[in-house]
């Protein structure tokens, strides 16, 4: 019984990740990209969960030699222009990924057919996301973070067991698994696969979970890839069974997710060809859990940014958790209530803003890790010439498929 208790203590923030990073960009990638490719896209979903894994594992392998977070290091050893660049980044992409995970909350309660308060659709989403905003914030706000943990592990439990179970109710249409090709046509699906799945700039969150539980040092680094392992597999999982759904119940029937009327409209096709009394709502079950889970992880992990580089930006060294501090609470209903003015704003198009701000995070990333984690003095932890090269690749990924969306 130790034993399991140890093991899960070791995954909850790989957990975490998966919740924060499982979101609606995720949800509207796969099924935007399913719909569009079907399965023989499956391909950029396991590179999307093996870039982010080697990335987080990365990012906290440099915090625990230098006992500095990437953010950190960013924010002390970059030029002061290239800081500031950097925190202009940050400030747009958190009002646009907190925007688009409430505009996404509101439009997937919807989807339960809740009553409408307002003749306007418009107006009645802004309102739905602006409430699960607040009720979001007011959980997160008042409770510690090993309640905050097992909270976020009942709603991955629900999303994954949701979606699985909604596989089972699919008729499959041959093939079953297609060909891998690359939609030379749509290259700008492959960047929101790779991209959404398992999150962007969150990744920085697991960085500060791992503070929480004393990882101080590289004796834990074999519990930091088994708990980001756990994490990415999870992502990783539900992703492809996104795709599966949608490749065989939208795509057959010619049905493109590429706005938020068509994902609507997916939703409602998803519910006739699946059973309305039970496939429908394991389906959208699924899809309002990752959403909740998502902006509950965001609400919690994103203020750790502000908090954290504003005690650098003072140059005070902080030694406790982020979340008792002024700075981490104020930022936290700070960014809810300015993503809020922009809530009349459809859901999808935030989503596409915020997923395609997020993927201009993934080169730099590895770039810095390129450098940061090639020096000798790391020994046996020095990253290898084959994993340095895997980031360049990746790095050229992204380059050729913005040059190829331009040419179109």
Known sequence: MQEI??????????????????????????????????TSILWAIILGVLLKYLLTVGMVKWQLYSGKTLLETWLTSFPKWLQWIFISYFLIWTIL????????????????????????????????????????????????FDGFEKVISFVVGFMFLSIVLSCFKVEIHPPAIEYPTFPINKPVVILA?????????????????????EWHDLSKFKEVKISAATGYIISGLFGA????????????HGILADSEESAKQAFRKIGSLMGESMGRYFFISGFYAAVIGSMLGVWQSVPYFFANGYYLLKKQDYQGSYTQTTP?????????????????????????????????????????????NSKRELGRYKNS?????????????????ILIELSY
């Not at 057919?113 to 996301?129: M, T």
């Not at 069974?241 to 949608?246: A, D, T, Y």
Request: charged share 10%; proline share 2%.
């Open 241 to 252: 069974c996104i795709l599966f759904i949608v490749s065989h119940v939208l795509r057959p």
């Open 97 to 144: 990924v907190c925007a688009a995970l409430m505009g996404a909350c509101g439009m997937a309660i919807q989807q339960f057919d809740v009553p409408k308060l307002h003749s306007n659709s418009k107006y009645n989403n802004a309102f739905y996301a602006g409430l699960h905003g607040i009720l979001g914030w007011l959980l997160v706000r008042f409770i510690r």
């Open 385 to 401: 010439l084959l994993l340095n090269f895997f980031f360049v690749m990746v790095v050229i990924l992204y380059g050729c498929i």
């Open 193 to 213: 696969i790779i991209s959404g799945i398992g999150g962007t700039v969150t990744l920085l969150s697991f960085s500060y979970w791992v503070k929480e539980k």
């Open 5 to 38: 208790k140890r093991y899960l203590s070791i995954i909850l923030p790989g957990i975490l990740l998966a919740a924060t990073g499982i979101g609606a960009s995720d949800f509207f990638g796969a099924t935007w990209a399913g719909t569009v490719a079907g």
């Open 328 to 372: 981490y609470r104020y930022f936290q209903m700070g960014m809810i209530l300015i993503a809020m003015m922009f809530l009349v704003q459809k859901a999808q198009i935030l989503l596409v803003m915020y997923s395609l701000f997020g993927s201009l995070f993934m080169p730099m990333v590895a770039i810095s890790l390129i450098f940061l």
